[in-house]
């Protein structure tokens, strides 16, 4: 099994800047890709951004130029700083990571508990 444990979120005001932190941890294990979903009430789930193990970011329209995700390699750690937040950032944000798993020839995905951002006006 690999656990996410995430950090940062809060409430802050519009124009504010949050960072959010997940680190992966289990045993024998090798990261795909880390990245962040958020949920707002009366909403689906959409993807806010991802980063592969090689660098390659994804970001959905709404947060590109305010959002910037990277990962520590590491220390399986995905960080994204949020910058220039709106309400419409208000959400529980959940990390994300597909991994590989020793004795396995599929990936797994898996999801943190949540953190949440609220951004007031």
């Known amino acids: 099994q690999v656990q996410l444990v995430e950090s940062g979120g809060g409430l802050v005001q519009a124009g504010g800047s949050l960072r959010l932190s997940c680190v992966a941890s289990g045993i024998a294990f090798s990261i795909y890709l880390m990245g962040w979903y958020r949920q707002a009430p009366g909403k689906q789930r959409e993807l806010v951004a991802t980063?592969?193990?090689?660098?390659?970011?994804n970001y959905t329209d709404s947060v590109k130029g305010r959002f910037t995700i990277s990962m520590d390699n590491s220390k399986n750690t995905v960080h994204t700083q949020m910058n220039s937040l709106t309400p419409e950032d208000t959400a529980v944000y959940y990390c994300?990571?597909?991994?590989?798993?020793?004795?396995?020839?599929?990936?797994?995905?898996?999801w943190g508990q949540g953190t949440q951002v609220t951004v007031s006006s």
């Open positions: 980063i592969t193990s090689g660098g390659t970011t």
């Open positions: 994300y990571a597909v991994v590989s798993r020793l004795g396995y020839r599929y990936a797994f995905a898996y």
